[in-house]
């Protein structure tokens, strides 16, 4: 073997011999208490019709978009989608990213300087931790949630400061305390930055999540809004103000130097926020969290679509999940090092289309494995 192969495979050896060895797999468990689909719109027959109306009326939708927004990628249906999702969101304006991944590390890299100071909550999906690794600025984490530790960090920040949090926990399903964060953040004038990848679908009027639901529009740097949960589609927007757009639009490398999303995919994210408008399987996935809240309520139910089960070590939690999974369950176990050790867990994602008795049975089984 190669000597760049050997390495390869010895640090797959060391994750197998941990119990922490990744693989791609395809789930046999028929009900879905997985994936990110909160209001079922990735398997939508309407919103497949809608998307396809759609797209009949726009003429000359190519398969691909052929090169980069700068370049020949650029479509007026891309730029108007922005302008009508920042209008949704009741932000000045928006951009549009590949991913939500792409989105966090075009902003993260490209705007904190050297000199200056992110402050991110300690349980920060991984795309906000990369962002920052990939800036020049001072990097430091707060306690989770805890308000008193990151005023203990802004006390000793430089330059321009940037606080950044999700509005909802992508692994604990809890939210962000936003109101006093945001006061707190004007109070030190720091920059907020809030992800509201699982925030967006399931609160707000119509599912615009939790800024749109407090009304800190005003109070926040940047936004970022996924569409592969609740939107059941891909890609994502970073909302703020014009000058906000303009520079990503300048320096925000994942956003530069990447292939602009097909049409047809600018027009499914359109449709989707059509369909999340009118809000009907976001009225019922709260009917759905309400029932598994009251079911489940010696085992800590948030009030997201996220629930958790701590195990505290990875084979406790792949064991559970395993159980689930030959029950028809399709629950899955988070490991180390994707959260902290000590707090693997069973992640349990709720949809609107999850009957009652899935989850009255669901609930069942972990009350009694
Ligand atoms: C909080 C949060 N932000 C960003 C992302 C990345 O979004 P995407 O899947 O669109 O790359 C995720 C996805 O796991 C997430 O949970």
């Known amino acids: 073997m190669k000597p760049a192969e050997n390495f390869l495979q010895q640090q797959l050896d060391r994750r197998q011999e941990h119990g922490l060895l990744r693989k791609l797999n395809h789930s046999k468990a028929p009900i879905d208490f997985c994936s990110n ?11 497949k019709q809608l ?3 759609e797209i009949a009326q726009i003429e000359g939708v190519k398969n691909g978009a052929t090169g980069s927004r700068l370049l020949s990628g650029n479509d007026p249906y891309t730029e108007a989608t922005e302008h009508s999702l920042a209008d949704f969101y009741g932000a000045a304006a928006g951009l549009i990213f590949n991913s939500g991944y792409d989105a966090n590390i075009g902003l993260l890299s490209s705007i904190p300087q050297r000199g ?7 349980l920060i999906h991984a795309s906000l931790i990369d962002g920052a690794r990939l800036s020049h600025a001072e990097r430091y984490k707060f306690k989770h949630n805890d308000v008193a530790d990151l005023e203990k960090k802004l006390q000793s920040a430089k330059g321009l400061i940037y606080v950044v949090v999700e509005s909802v926990y992508s692994m604990d399903g809890d939210q962000a305390p936003l109101q006093s964060i945001s006061e707190l953040c004007l ?31 005003g109070q926040i740097f940047a936004r970022i809004v996924t569409f ?5 589609t891909h890609g994502a927007i970073v909302l703020g103000s014009n000058t906000l757009r303009n520079y990503l ?4 490398r994942s956003f530069i130097y990447t292939t602009a999303a097909p049409l047809s995919h600018i027009v499914a994210v359109q449709c989707a926020h059509r369909l999340m408008a009118i809000g009907k399987e976001s009225e019922i996935l709260l009917q759905k969290i309400n029932l598994y809240q009251q079911l489940a ?5 948030s009030d997201s679509a996220i629930q958790t089960i701590l195990y505290h070590n990875n084979s406790s939690a792949k064991q559970a999940a395993q159980k689930l999974q030959q029950q028809g369950f399709d629950v899955r176990a988070i490991l180390s090092p994707t959260v902290p ?24 089984h972990l009350k009694t494995s």
Request: glycine share 8%; proline share 1%; with cysteine.
């Open 228 to 232: 592969g949960k609740a939107l059941g």
């Open 297 to 301: 309520n010696d085992l800590m139910p």
């Open 187 to 217: 109070r030190y004038q720091a920059n907020l930055i809030v992800d509201e990848a699982h925030a967006v679908g399931i609160f707000g009027k119509q599912g615009k999540g939790l800024i749109d639901h407090f009304q800190l529009h």
């Open 37 to 47: 689909d909160y209001l079922g719109f990735a398997r939508s027959e309407q919103l």
């Open 341 to 364: 050790t000590g707090s693997e867990r069973l992640r349990i994602c709720l949809h609107s289309y999850n009957t009652d008795n899935e989850i009255i049975a669901l609930v069942n």
């Open 249 to 252: 639009i300048n320096f925000a």
């Open 51 to 53: 998307i396809h109306e």
């Open 116 to 122: 200056d100071t992110i402050i991110l909550d300690e």
